[in-house]
């Protein structure tokens, strides 16, 4: 199984059980909320979930991955999707399940090796990612990376009965080789 490893964790193919387990560990974390999530996930809507992401995978518009620790735990995951093989594009989402795993770098380091892949290996040009103006720690991770802030989708996202702006950040194959 291929496996793209980092110092703390890797990347690497979701299997059946991984998918019950982020469903399981899946955590909102109220006290900072940054982004409206899909409550409702459960044990048994991962069967349908992993099954979805074989079938992305075989269409090609989606290559999702567990981040693991390095001691082989799934704490999450990370995509390269809505792949667009003619204009060299995709975008990327990522999402770490316990909250005791959030802000200790354990992203960064996913989103580091995913832009590789994605850059070096997969030949993309482009790699877009959006987030919402009050998800500041996604905002600092993406600006760390190398990504661009290129717009702002007024009032896009209605979350906690306010609405708030999307951030559109995007990341050049050139940024990238500059690093």
């Known amino acids: 199984m291929t496996k793209l490893q980092g110092e703390r964790i890797y990347l690497s193919a979701l299997e059946r059980n991984d998918c019950k387990k982020i469903c399981m560990d899946n955590e909102y974390d109220f006290d900072n909320p940054v982004e409206s999530t899909l409550f409702g996930w459960s044990v048994e809507n991962s069967d349908e979930w992993f099954d979805e ?3 992305l995978l075989k269409s090609d518009v989606n290559i999702r991955l567990g981040i ?4 082989g735990t799934v704490i999450g995951d990370i995509a390269l999707q809505s ?5 060299r594009s995709c975008s990327i989402g990522i999402g ?3 909250i005791e795993n959030r802000s200790k770098g354990y992203g960064t380091e996913a989103l580091r090796l995913i832009l590789a892949y994605g850059f070096s290996n ?3 040009e482009r790699i877009s990612a959006s987030t919402t103006e009050i998800n500041v720690p996604s905002q600092k991770m993406l600006e760390k990376q190398g990504f661009v802030l290129e717009g702002r989708e007024r009032k896009a996202t209605y979350f906690m009965g306010k609405r708030f ?3 559109n950040y995007g990341f050049l194959v050139d940024e990238y080789n500059r690093q």
Do not use: P, T, V, W
């Open 53 to 55: 992401i074989q079938r």
């Open 83 to 87: 792949i667009d093989r003619i204009n």
């Open 122 to 124: 997969q030949g993309f």
């Open 96 to 98: 770490i399940a316990k």
């Open 68 to 71: 693991f620790l390095n001691d």
């Open 165 to 167: 702006d999307n951030l």
